[in-house]
């Protein structure tokens, strides 16, 4: 193997592959690898340059600059510097090359496989079995630990293994729909669909972080044997690992490479207000008015898909919405912000079609029918990868809904969904869907951000079904897709929520109640209850879900409209019954009563990456305990809370870390370090004050 040390960059070859390792961001390393002639300069999820760097992409964008593929430049930066904090060192020894960026070293052995170490100490290393070296297993199966295979021209199928190591506890890779909270022996699809977000960035327990950056389709597998990663098709490998003291400072140097949340504006952490659907502006004021007749203070109230006529128009039905703008003066008036359903999808009837298509600005089908969605209608996607796409979609949204004063958009089916998730049918402008369509709920999300703040705003927060690695930035609410109601699906959320939160996305939440459901289940309001406990102590609290059954007629017979489509049953806090709303009622007013607390909770997210809901290992990275707790959690670094997860559960174990703990509904205290036996009925959650 050929060394040469290029500033803060370890670069090798051997054979036809390349290998670039370099300082990028705080106690990390970035490392590439590429059989083509150089490299594409695709970043993924990473900041355009490595922190520190001034870019010549950035400053010569208005140019169109592109990278240098010949010479293998990628964009190239005008200088490669690293922030003062860290500390970088290229050596060579006997047994290849070692770089180092303050607590992380990387070691290059001249056979090619890699070894990472913390202070020190091995952290990860290289799965391989192909020939003698510094690793000390057999060579003789001819097992590669980054495989190459050729798909066509610069593409490949690529394999990356990793040694598994004995006790390791792995935590992030955004959201899946089942109750493992550790992943390690999972196997997840590296995969966008509706109720599944794929974030490849995990925490380990051994003290570091990893990102894969990569927004291709693929899967990986965290064996007990060996860990693989796999893409479909790329043109190289690209991944990022830090290495940190704890999990709060391995989130901090993530998001500090990939992007951080905005403030979080403070007229939206109290209630929300949303179901299947509202389908007049009636029954939007209607709805807000009863909120003010009880005293009840509403932060947001949500308008539903199909108060358009057709998918793609991105405009009110006006025979449903006659005046948009009385709707919002008298909203506004109440001190309720109005956030309104956006989908990507475009019905070859929209007005926007034709336009759409000759322009490029939407989803191509490789083969057959253009379509890509048949919910209905007969639809397309709009193609957030490509600029021109993100302004189109912006400025129609602008048009027709932000001048009234909707300055929130619920971005739905931003996945997006498909009909079938057959990615190899499917090319963005970015590239063909198995290389990129990850990335597509992130740029969805970037569309809407850049064209709000554009206008000068400031308190943005958009509601989304699905994100990437980096969606943080993008003011990206993120809640947990069309799940079914019932105790299952609450305990998958809780999972999925500690989770998503550690893989950087610090916004999170889910319809209280579940989506998919029916109000004749005898069961149904104590899910209702234990699911909005649940809620009041998230990023935000939003009542939202299908209720059926579907018996209310629809206000058209035409098979479009704002009037065609069926509404579910009534969703307000008192829609059902006395108890309930009393119940319910008491934890909004608890939450309220915390606002000057979760604002601070949010502007930590901000600041360093922290989520809002956390496991307990975050807040304790010592107690040995707090990495095998599943079922509760912290909110914020204050309030241990322990969601009653099961129907009839009247009492539930609860540990409490070493220090003083004080229960929110009685007072009292308990000292830490011990489980104890707390008491749940229905009307409460237990939930503890740290002392």
């Not at 952290?123 to 001819?142: F, Q, T, V």
């Not at 539903?304 to 909203?331: K, N, S, T, V």
């Not at 036996?677 to 002392?691: K, Q």
């Amino acid at each position: 193997m050929y060394f040469t040390e290029q500033g803060n960059r370890l670069s090798a070859r051997r054979q036809n592959e390349t290998i670039w390792i370099e300082a990028w961001g705080k106690n990390a390393l970035r490392v590439r690898a590429t059989y083509n002639l150089g490299f594409t300069g695709h970043r993924g999820a990473l900041s355009e340059s490595a922190p520190g760097e001034v870019s010549e992409a950035a400053t010569s964008a208005s140019h169109g600059l592109v990278s240098d593929m010949a010479s293998g430049a990628e964009s190239a930066p005008a200088s490669r510097q690293v922030p003062q904090t860290s500390q970088v060192e290229i050596r060579m020894t006997e047994s290849g090359a070692v770089i180092r960026n303050g607590k992380i070293s990387c070691t290059l052995h001249h056979s090619g496989w890699l070894e990472f170490a913390k202070d020190g100490e091995v952290i990860l290393k290289e799965y391989a079995r192909d020939w003698c070296g510094a690793n000390e297993h057999s060579p003789s199966m001819k097992v590669f630990a980054r495989q190459f295979k050729p798909v066509s021209g610069s593409d490949y199928s690529i394999t990356m293994r990793f040694e598994a190591q004995e006790g390791e506890k792995i935590y992030g890779m955004g959201q899946y729909q089942q109750p493992n909270l550790d992943l390690k022996g999972c196997v997840l699809e590296l995969a966008q669909r509706n109720s599944q977000i794929s974030v490849p960035f995990y925490v380990s327990s051994k003290g570091y972080g990893f990102l894969w950056n990569n927004a291709g389709i693929g899967e990986v597998m965290f064996g007990a044997n060996y860990t693989q990663w796999h893409s479909c098709l790329s043109e190289e490998l690209d991944y990022w690992i830090t290495a940190d003291d704890n999990p709060k400072a391995i989130l901090e140097n993530y998001t500090g490479v990939t992007g951080r949340a905005p403030e979080f504006p403070e007229n939206a952490l109290g209630l929300w207000q949303c179901k299947l659907r509202y389908r007049t502006q009636e029954e939007v004021l209607e709805v807000a008015r009863e909120y003010k007749r009880r005293g009840i203070p509403l932060d947001v109230i949500v308008i539903d898909f199909f108060h358009w006529i057709r998918q793609g128009d991105w405009d009110f039905d006006p025979e449903y919405w006659p005046d948009p703008q009385a709707m919002m003066d008298e909203l506004k008036e109440m001190g309720v912000r109005c956030m309104v359903s956006i989908w990507p999808t475009v019905d070859r009837k929209s007005v926007n079609f034709g336009e759409m298509y000759e322009r490029g600005l939407v989803v191509r089908t490789e083969r057959g029918s253009i379509q890509c969605f048949d919910f209905q209608g007969d639809t397309v996607i709009y193609d957030a990868t490509n600029p021109e796409a993100r302004e189109f979609i912006w400025n129609k949204v602008k048009e027709n809904y932000y001048r009234y004063g909707i300055d929130m958009f619920w971005l739905d089916e931003a996945e997006p969904e498909y009909s079938a998730y057959d990615f190899e049918h499917y090319r963005y402008q970015a590239g063909v869907a198995l290389k990129v369509s990850n990335s597509y709920p992130r740029e969805h999300a970037r569309a809407f951000y850049e064209g709000m703040t554009a206008q000068g705003q400031k308190d943005v927060v958009n509601l989304l079904r699905c994100a990437w690695a980096g969606s943080q930035k993008y003011a990206a609410l993120v809640w947990s897709g069309d799940i079914k109601s019932n105790f299952t699906a609450l305990r998958d959320q809780l999972s999925a929520g500690l989770n998503m939160g550690m893989a950087g996305i610090p916004w999170w939440v889910s319809d209280t109640g579940g989506f998919f459901s029916d109000v004749r289940d005898e069961h149904f309001n104590e899910l209702l209850i234990r699911w909005f406990q649940f809620s009041a102590f998230c990023a935000v609290l939003r009542m939202h879900g299908d209720r059926g059954p579907h018996d209310i007629p629809n206000l058209s017979d035409l098979d479009y409209g704002g009037g065609f489509s069926a509404t579910g049953r009534p969703n307000e806090l008192w829609s059902y019954g006395e108890e309930v709303y009393e119940i319910l009622k008491k934890y909004l007013d608890i939450r309220l009563g915390m606002k000057e607390y979760i604002k601070s909770v949010m502007d930590e997210a901000s600041a360093n990456g922290s989520p809002v809901i956390r496991t307990m290992f975050y807040e304790f990275p010592e107690d040995g305990q707090c990495w095998n707790i599943d079922d509760q959690y912290m909110f914020g670094g204050k309030y241990l809370v322990a969601p009653v997860l099961y129907q009839g559960m009247r009492e539930r174990k609860v540990y409490l870390p070493r220090g003083s703990w004080k229960s929110i509904h009685d007072g009292q205290v308990y000292e830490g370090g011990q489980t104890i036996d707390a008491a749940a009925p229905l009307e409460i959650i237990p939930v503890f004050e740290r002392g």
